[in-house]
């Protein structure tokens, strides 16, 4: 059930977000029947429990003719005006003290400009305020805070303001005939500055090929490329890269020069030998 319940007052909540305008934090208006109810069955802190009803952070609001009424029931009502004084006050411009419903009558209006939701026991002005479209209302049933549904005649109203917004007025109409003349006008105005210049930039060109004579040939705008010849750089003789160990290399030198020259001399005793064999 309690599901069901948040479920119906979030939808109600959400009718006068989108429809009505309605923003938080919520301004809600507490008469003095609703102040007594909260105190006498102990829904404490107020502002809590209302924020919990409506779904989101809350003000409340009281006037000082319904303080002047609670002042004047009396002791028993003594508790409530003291729990109705820390409330936010509304403005309401009433110099003399007027009964609570008249005063939240007039401070509602026919609109509710100030975008309250109303909080009260009082059953009679409860009806009174579903006739005028935009005012939610709140009551209490024992330990519980209730929302009630949008009415009917809230409801219709919500409609007839889509459908106007749906459909264009007169005055709307004779805007957007007057907007669409302009810009036909000014469309047309474009159109033949464009021509003028085409007939302009015709006349210019004409005049620049009278001037050139019929002899002249048209240059070509770009050369051609030429064979060229190869590259000095890649004919050139390559060069021998220095060996990294010069030292070795003439080590290898020496012995090979002197393996050389004992070859040499040892050729040389051998052709000699016969020689002298044959002279003695």
């Known amino acids: 059930m309690r599901i069901k319940k948040q479920k ?8 006068y977000t989108t429809c009505c305008g309605f923003r938080p934090p919520f301004k809600i208006f507490c008469d003095g029947t609703f102040v007594n109810h909260l105190l006498s069955n102990q829904i404490m802190p107020a502002d809590e429990a209302v924020a919990k009803t409506v779904g989101d952070r809350v003000k409340l609001f009281t006037t000082r003719c319904v303080l002047l009424e ?13 729990a109705a004084s820390q409330l936010f006050t509304a403005r309401c411009d009433h110099e003399k003290r007027k009964s609570a419903e008249a005063c939240i009558l007039d401070v509602i209006g026919e609109s509710n400009p100030e975008h309250f939701f109303v909080a009260t026991q009082d059953t009679n002005l409860r009806k009174q305020l579903q006739q005028i479209p935009g005012v939610p209302l709140i009551f209490g049933l024992r330990n519980a805070l209730f929302m009630e549904q949008p009415s009917d005649v809230q409801r219709q109203f919500v409609k007839s303001l889509e459908e106007k917004r749906m459909h264009v007025s007169e005055v709307e109409r004779d805007l957007l005939k007057k907007k669409t003349k302009y810009v036909v006008e000014a469309e047309k105005t474009n159109e033949d ?3 003028e210049d085409q007939n302009l930039d015709t006349l210019v060109l004409k005049k620049k090929k009278k001037n050139i004579p019929s002899n002249l040939k048209d240059r070509p705008q770009f050369k051609r490329n030429k064979a060229k010849g190869p590259n000095p750089l890649s004919c050139l003789k390559k060069k021998v890269k220095p060996s990294p160990h010069p030292v070795s290399e003439k080590k290898k030198d020496d012995d090979s020069v002197a393996q050389k020259r004992t070859r040499k001399r040892k050729r040389s005793r051998k052709a000699k030998a016969p020689t002298e064999t ?3």
Not at 8 to 15: G, L, Y
């Open 8 to 15: 119906r007052q979030r939808r109600a909540v959400r009718f």
């Open 70 to 82: 609670l002042k004047a029931l009396g002791q028993s009502y003594s508790g409530a005006f003291e």
């Open 193 to 195: 500055e464009d021509l």
């Open 278 to 280: 044959v002279m003695s």
